[in-house]
């Protein structure tokens, strides 16, 4: 992967991913992306490039449970997000969603940074800083489900849940 950072601080709700106000658009998941982090950053939805990372701070996803702060996040077009730490709801309805969540010390990853990511080396290249950081490896079975576009096409391609 790789991409440009958009970086953001801790505590990142999903309502601050997808606000609250535009839950009339939850059937209409293009328009909805379109919102995507507007309160926080109003540049990120219409700048944001495939490709891109989301880099923040400690907490990600913190609040309610609503699967679409992943989702549109990916329908953006986000390679992966990046955080020190996550809303356990939030990493796993991304995992599910077929978004790449990496847990590691973002403090030397500066908003614009350009990046090159490995998931499968654990391995986040800042070519930006000519410095790599290695991350807390990912799971074989979940890089299988992100491999595959998230739970439900994995299920759908194997008939089941695989564990190897």
Known sequence: ????VWKFGDGISTDDIIPGRYFHLRGKLPEL???VLEDV????????EKGDFVVAGSNFGQGSSREHAATTIRLMGVSAVLAKSFARIF???AV???LPVIMCNTDL???GDELEIDLNGGMINNLSKKKKLKTKA???FML???EDGGLLRHIKKYGKFQMK
């Open 41 to 48: 950053n109003p540049d990120f939805s219409v700048k944001v």
């Open 96 to 98: 599910n969603v077929g």
């Open 138 to 140: 990912i799971p074989r």
């Open 1 to 4: 992967m790789h991409g440009r």
């Open 144 to 146: 299988r489900i992100l």
């Open 109 to 111: 990853i500066e908003n």
């Open 33 to 35: 992306a379109k919102h």
């Open 91 to 93: 990493y796993r309805n």
